[in-house]
Nanobody, 123 residues
Framework: QVQLVESGGGLVQTGDSLRLSCTAS????????MGWFRQTLENGREFVAA????????SYADSVKGRFTISRDNANNTVYLRMNSLKPEDTAIYCC????????????????WGQGTQVTVSS
């Protein structure tokens, strides 16, 4: 069992930056692929980014490529999402997830989920 807790969300303006954190407990963090997803009423849940167990492989949604960066610190059981050049369409609840499988954009491959942190980008 893995518990995931996100933090770092907030209200920002267009063009601002935020860094989200997700801290894991309950199992060896480095054994999991980690992902970030975001959820809105209009679009449901969508993939944002993922990172392999030791950080050598990353994957991004086209909508965030070049603006967002996923990274991890296995010593501190934390995965990060650095978000630059934020746009109003980035407004969502951002959730981290852990997977025992390969890096994937598919939410059904993730086994554990956090509750999420709200990011709101004003225009």
């Amino acid at each position: 069992q893995v518990q995931l807790v996100e933090s770092g969300g907030g209200l920002v303006q267009t063009g601002d930056s935020l860094r989200l954190s997700c801290t894991a407990s309950g199992h060896t963090f480095s054994t999991y692929v980690m992902g970030w997803f975001r959820q809105t009423l209009e679009n449901g849940r969508e993939f944002v980014a993922a990172i392999s167990r030791w950080g050598g492989t990353t994957s991004y949604a086209d909508s965030v490529k070049g603006r967002f960066t996923i990274s991890r610190d296995n010593a501190n059981n934390t995965v990060y999402l650095r978000m630059n050049s934020l746009k109003p369409e980035d407004t969502a609840i951002y959730c981290c997830a852990a997977s025992s499988r390969a890096v994937s954009k598919t939410e059904t491959t993730y086994d554990y989920w956090g509750q999420g942190t709200q990011v709101t980008v004003s225009s």
